[in-house]
């Protein structure tokens, strides 16, 4: 069994880093193109945006170190693991995209609390190309990486999945933008950076609360604690629940769980019992790492 969690945790950390490294080139790629695109056609919103793509880079690079720590075995100083690490990633990435998009928004508020208006760029035709590409690309990544992050139950990657959506929500406003600009109305470049702040700082919240909740042990949502509740009730041999408490860990479940089980059993049967409560439970849920089964005897807890 621990050489199948080790090939698990393997196939996890190979399958982060294709990932991560097929959109560290294109987010690179994106930012070259959408800096070039910004400065030429004159477009602040364009200039947001490439930053908001460059900071997928960082991003991304933060996500394959929590991934990649996360992935390592229990050892002596972490009996349990090191699972949170990820969440870790995830929290730090959150921190990112909200320092990145407070400062476009300072900026965008600033151009538009001066109220000359007269004075701001008309983006070029180049700018509205540019983000066409970039809502298609970031959209493309988005999926990408939310499928891969779904099959390995990853909450770094999902939350890197997230951090395209976001940017390809960015691109959208600064297609917007950029084309009032065009029609006439130079704020509207200006707005789109706004837009794309309050897009950003969302995001963010959204990946910290997501990893907060991960590491401060709370518990699954109840369509799973039922699951495993009617998991456990299937054993005939178990008279009722007395208890059953989860956590999540990282991306990982641990169980506590007592039973009720008749009094007149030797420790041996009540035992065994436990084992196969232990065993249904893991075996139906893949994202259980640690079950503790406490037995309970039927008839003494029913005098008391």
Same mark, same amino acid.
């Given at each position: 069994?621990?050489?199948?969690?080790?090939?698990?945790?393997?196939?996890?950390?190979?399958?982060?880093?294709?990932?991560?490294?097929?959109?560290?080139?294109?987010?690179?790629?994106?930012?070259?193109?959408?800096?070039?695109?910004?400065?030429?056609?004159? $477009?602040?919103?364009?200039?947001?945006?490439?930053?908001?793509?460059?900071?997928?880079?960082?991003?991304?690079?933060?996500?394959?170190?929590?991934?990649?720590?996360?992935?390592?075995?229990?050892?002596?100083?972490?009996?349990?693991?090191?699972?949170?690490?990820?969440?870790?990633?995830?929290?730090?990435?959150?921190?990112?995209?909200?320092?990145?998009?407070?400062?476009?928004?300072?900026?965008?508020?600033?151009?538009?609390?001066?109220?000359?208006?007269?004075?701001?760029?008309?983006?070029?035709?180049?700018?509205?190309?540019?983000?066409?590409?970039?809502?298609?690309?970031?959209?493309?990544?988005?999926?990408?990486?939310?499928?891969?992050?779904?099959?390995?139950?990853?909450?770094?990657?999902?939350?890197?999945?997230?951090?395209?959506?976001?940017?390809?929500?960015? $691109?959208?406003?600064?297609?917007?933008?950029?084309?009032?600009?065009?029609?006439?109305?130079?704020?509207?470049?200006?707005?789109?950076?706004?837009?794309?702040?309050?897009?950003?700082?969302?995001?963010?919240?959204?990946?910290?609360?997501?990893?907060?909740?991960?590491?401060?042990?709370?518990?699954?949502?109840?369509?799973?604690?039922?699951?495993?509740?009617?998991?456990?009730?299937?054993?005939?041999?178990?008279?009722?629940?007395?208890?059953?408490?989860?956590?999540?860990?990282?991306?990982?479940?641990?169980?506590?769980?007592?039973?009720?089980?008749?009094?007149?059993?030797?420790?041996?049967?009540?035992?065994?019992?436990?084992?196969?409560?232990?065993?249904?439970?893991?075996?139906?849920?893949?994202?259980?790492?640690?079950?503790?089964?406490?037995?309970?005897?039927?008839?003494?807890?029913?005098?008391?």
């Amino acid at each position: 069994m621990e050489e199948n969690r080790r090939m698990d945790g393997d196939a996890f950390q190979k399958a982060a880093n294709r990932v991560s490294v097929v959109t560290i080139i294109g987010n690179v790629a994106l930012s070259v193109m959408k800096l070039a695109a910004g400065i030429l056609a004159k $477009s602040n919103a364009m200039v947001s945006d490439a930053v908001h793509s460059a900071s997928d880079v960082f991003s991304t690079v933060v996500v394959m170190v929590g991934i990649r720590l996360a992935a390592k075995e229990s050892d002596k100083e972490h009996p349990y693991g090191h699972e949170r690490l990820e969440c870790v990633a995830a929290m730090l990435l959150a921190m990112v995209l909200f320092v990145t998009g407070l400062g476009i928004g300072v900026e965008a508020a600033k151009d538009i609390a001066s109220g000359d208006y007269a004075k701001l760029q008309v983006p070029g035709a180049l700018a509205m190309a540019a983000a066409v590409v970039s809502v298609a690309s970031k959209e493309a990544m988005y999926w990408y990486t939310r499928f891969y992050a779904k099959k390995i139950d990853s909450s770094a990657l999902m939350a890197d999945a997230w951090h395209h959506r976001s940017d390809a929500f960015s $691109s959208i406003g600064a297609l917007v933008g950029i084309g009032g600009a065009r029609l006439g109305f130079p704020v509207m470049d200006s707005a789109a950076s706004l837009v794309i702040f309050v897009f950003i700082v969302k995001a963010a919240y959204d990946i910290f609360k997501d990893a907060m909740d991960k590491m401060v042990d709370h518990s699954c949502d109840e369509e799973t604690e039922r699951q495993i509740y009617e998991c456990v009730m299937r054993n005939e041999e178990v008279l009722g629940i007395d208890l059953l408490q989860t956590r999540i860990f990282g991306a990982r479940i641990y169980v506590d769980v007592e039973v009720q089980v008749d009094a007149s059993y030797t420790l041996q049967e009540a035992h065994e019992i436990a084992e196969l409560v232990h065993e249904e439970i893991e075996k139906e849920f893949s994202k259980v790492k640690h079950i503790m089964v406490h037995v309970n005897p039927k008839s003494v807890r029913a005098d008391a």
